[in-house]
């Protein structure tokens, strides 16, 4: 795949929210393909902090997203929400507290660039500024 390909193939999986596998057809490759193009050009797109505004209300909700093995042991992710854009922030595994505590702290600014803005959430996030 060139350069330019993989670059449009993340553009159409990462900003219009297409699938995978939709873009791989258009494309006439496989799946894979793509979404290694995605990883390559999406990763550092990702990483970069910068990619965030000012978020003023933020959303958690924990997923059970798979089930694997003989004795099915839970697999838990917690999703990071900016409620008002609709926009997902991050993707922490688990779903414990301290999990989301140690995103916030990895943000520019920390946990203090959160603290009084409102938490809406199934659980008692909002208490992460005193315990992390």
């Known amino acids: 795949m060139t ?3 993989a670059r449009w193939a ?3 999986v990462g900003r219009q929210g297409r699938a995978v596998s939709e873009v791989a057809d258009d494309l006439g490759c496989d799946w894979r393909k793509v979404m290694d193009a995605v990883a390559v050009f999406g990763g550092p797109l990702i990483d970069d902090p910068a990619r965030f505004t000012t978020v003023d209300a933020v959303g958690l ?3 059970l997203y798979v ?5 099915r042991r839970q697999l838990w992710s917690t999703q990071t929400v900016d409620v008002q854009r609709g926009q997902l922030l991050d993707v922490v595994p688990g779903r ?3 999990g989301c505590c140690a995103w916030f702290a990895a943000r520019p600014g920390g946990v203090n660039e959160f603290v ?7 659980r008692a996030i909002g208490r992460c500024s005193t315990r992390c």
């Open 10 to 12: 993340t553009i159409q």
């Open 96 to 98: 414990e507290v301290s």
């Open 116 to 122: 009084g803005r409102r938490w809406i959430s199934r």
């Open 3 to 5: 350069t330019r390909a």
């Open 67 to 71: 089930r694997e093995g003989r004795y």
């Open 61 to 63: 909700d924990e997923t």
